[in-house]
């Protein structure tokens, strides 16, 4: 039984990650088995056509010796209307891409897996090898990108990007829950005005670390592609930010309410503020203070160096890409 060798090219980082988890991949009914090798290295950048990432992708099968490739990318793709894809094709020359943020950020390993399964078996049968691009639905294919560029991007992992500015919080936050001025400004406050200075406590950190570490992205051109690109880009920038800095505001209620339930007493605040105050009260207290120590500690400390705040951004790591592209390029 003849054997397919398989190439599966994946951009640094996550691609990687999950091409090397496919090591294993074989024909889904038993056919001609596949030797599959993974290499990582970039080979798209969000600012050329797909074809030219074809290009690339073909010139790595024939060097390797490879009978077809498949590439994995973080990168949105669109064709020349504008429409975002999930995956192309090129039959003649058995090369294909594959977008993982259009795979909508959950499930993405299995995901992958079904998908390359499925653009390797349509490759490896000559009867199969028909021109075959999916399209994603404009409106709801263009959120479930959003959405896949956001949990690619991992938010959870800004916190420890952010550690300097959440202990700057939590050392505001512990002083200011003591600070008696702090308890009477807390209770004159209504839930309306919690909310507001929470959304803008979070917004304003946000806002802070878009500017100081340079994160938003401009097109090259006053193409619509760049500019849908741009938008993209920083729309998940934007939204990777929101949950990470939301996260750290979950993180510091949590400790300056523990702080309050050990240190208060209800009753030694309700003579400070002339009210009958219960534990219930010291929760309006925490939430208060997390908001005011947020906008203290994130504006205050100023932004990590931490490669986890620069990984947030897409264009960045665009720019990391290209760089390292060209690089590859200039050693060749």
């Known amino acids: 039984m003849e054997l397919v ?9 996550a691609p990687t990650v999950i091409a090397r988890g496919m090591a294993d991949l074989g024909p889904p009914d ?50 020349g209307d504008g429409r975002h894809l999930l995956a192309d094709t090129d039959p003649d020359r058995r090369t294909a891409v594959l977008s993982l943020p259009a795979l909508g ?29 999916v399209v994603l639905p404009r409106l709801r294919g263009r959120w479930r990108l959003l959405a896949g560029m956001v949990l690619a991007n991992r938010p959870w992992l800004l916190v420890p990007g952010l550690k300097s500015a959440l202990v700057a919080a939590l050392a505001t936050g512990a002083v200011a829950t003591i600070n008696s001025t702090v308890w ?13 200075a929470s959304v803008a ?28 690109r741009s938008r993209l880009y920083n729309a998940s920038t934007v939204l990777t930010l929101l949950a990470g800095v939301a996260i750290c ?7 300056n309410l523990a702080w309050a ?13 002339e009210a009958t105050l219960g534990y219930s009260d010291l929760a309006v207290l925490a ?29 960045k790591r665009e720019e990391d890409r290209r760089e390292r592209l060209a690089r590859d390029r200039h050693d060749e």
């Open 105 to 133: 950020g959950l499930r993405v390993h299995t995901q992958a897996r079904r998908a390359v399964r499925s653009l390797v078996s349509r490759m490896a049968e000559p009867s199969e090898a028909d021109e075959h691009r």
């Open 261 to 273: 339930l050990f240190v208060l007493d209800p009753d030694v605040m309700g003579g400070y503020v």
């Open 249 to 255: 505001y979950v993180a510091l209620y949590v400790v």
């Open 287 to 315: 939430w208060f203070v997390a908001s005011a120590a947020t906008v203290g500690g994130g504006l205050g400390s100023g932004l990590e160096s931490d490669e986890a705040i620069r990984a947030a951004a897409y264009s």
């Open 184 to 196: 009477v400004l807390a209770d004159s406050l209504s839930w309306w005005r919690l909310v507001i």
């Open 30 to 79: 038993g056919g001609a088995a596949w030797d599959v090798t993974v290499v990582s290295e970039p080979f798209t950048t969000g600012s050329e056509d797909i074809r030219t990432a074809m290009d690339r992708l073909w010139d790595e099968a024939r060097d390797r010796d490879w009978d077809l490739v498949v590439g994995l990318t973080e990168l949105p793709l669109h064709d």
């Open 201 to 228: 406590s979070v917004a304003l950190v946000v806002a802070w670390l878009v500017i100081d570490g340079g994160l938003w992205d401009r097109p090259e051109d006053d193409s619509p592609p760049a500019r849908e």
């Open 5 to 13: 060798r398989v190439g599966l090219v994946a951009d640094p980082a």
